[in-house]
């Protein structure tokens, strides 16, 4: 793994795998500034509205033909890429749940109605749609393992002697299957665990790091919940959306792929109904 990353990143050149120090402080600056900063997540808003718009113009032939859709192939041809991946894991368990479904068309179309689509800009005051990205980001993280970290001082915590140098890796995916964190339905989908909670994406609720904690954080984080936020919201309002050839909720297959990012080992395929006057 470690050769590996030395490969992938061109010699640890880049920010995610470079070693703490002033290389990594400078791109990782570079990085929330110049790339990620807020402005430049609003700057492309309109390139996001004219891609999702192209997204639901083809799932609505698709639904038109009565087509059955590989949710993943429209996403990649979407270019949403990795954030296809949470919305893959989310649609799959609003498919399971069809009662999470309905709460969440709800909300939507009290906010939206049925003759408008959604808008990124109207994406705030939806706490349903927070807690279904939620509950989806706690049992399918997509970084499972964070990044490694090195201890850089020998440290004692919970009567643990860490050695200086030790590579520490935080499975966050079992802290989020973790039943003493989310008591004995820890591995059910139930985004209202999160309704009277202040628990948030942050890193400060160590039950919760799907974006991982402290100054190695991810600083994608805010791109990506806007991106999910809003494609996640427009498919749910635009389409109805079935199991094909008669497979029931509890039989979807639910397989992940375990390694450095964790995928659907079988892709979602559905069909779309539209659902909207517009
Ligand atoms: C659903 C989407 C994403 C998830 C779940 C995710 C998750 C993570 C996680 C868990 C880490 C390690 C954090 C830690 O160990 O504390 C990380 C690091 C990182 N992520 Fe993301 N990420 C996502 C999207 C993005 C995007 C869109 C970008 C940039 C365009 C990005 C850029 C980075 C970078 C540069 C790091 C390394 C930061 C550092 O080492 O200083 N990520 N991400």
């Known amino acids: 793994m470690l050769q590996a990353s030395l490969y992938m990143s061109y010699g640890n050149k880049g920010v995610v795998f470079s070693e703490y120090g ?11 500034l110049q790339l990620l900063s807020a402005s430049k997540i609003e700057y492309f808003a309109p390139m996001r509205r004219e891609e999702v718009g192209l997204l639901v113009d083809s799932l609505k032939k698709a639904a038109a033909a009565r087509d059955v859709v590989d949710i993943i192939l429209d996403m990649i041809v979407a270019s949403f890429d990795t954030s296809a991946t949470t ?47 939620k509950e989806s980001l706690r049992l399918y993280p997509v970084g499972p393992l964070l990044l490694p970290r090195n201890c850089m001082e020998e440290t004692i915590i919970d009567g643990y002697r860490v050695p200086k140098n030790a590579r520490i890796i935080v ?72 199991l094909p050839d008669g497979v029931l ?12 990012s964790m995928p659907r080992a079988n892709h979602l395929v559905a069909v779309p109904k539209y659902r909207l006057r517009v």
């Open 171 to 242: 499975n966050a995916w079992a802290i989020g299957r973790d039943p003493n964190a989310w008591s004995d339905n820890a591995e059910e989908f139930l985004p209202e665990r999160f309704a009277d909670t202040s628990i948030d994406l942050r890193g400060h609720d160590f039950q919760l790091l799907p974006f991982g904690s402290g100054r190695r954080g991810c600083p994608g984080m805010q791109l990506r919940l806007t991106i999910a936020r809003f494609v996640l919201a427009q498919l749910v309002h635009c389409f109805n959306w079935e």
């Open 87 to 133: 919305i893959e894991w989310t649609l799959s368990e609003l498919l399971r749940h069809p009662a999470a479904m309905k709460r969440l068309q709800d909300e939507l179309q009290t906010v939206f109605g049925l003759d408008k689509m959604v808008e990124e800009k109207d994406l705030f005051n939806l706490p349903y749609l927070d807690m279904v990205i």
């Open 22 to 32: 002033p290389y990594w402080r400078s791109v990782r600056k570079l990085c929330t």
């Open 249 to 260: 909720p509890n039989e979807l297959d639910m397989s992940e792929i375990f390694g450095l």
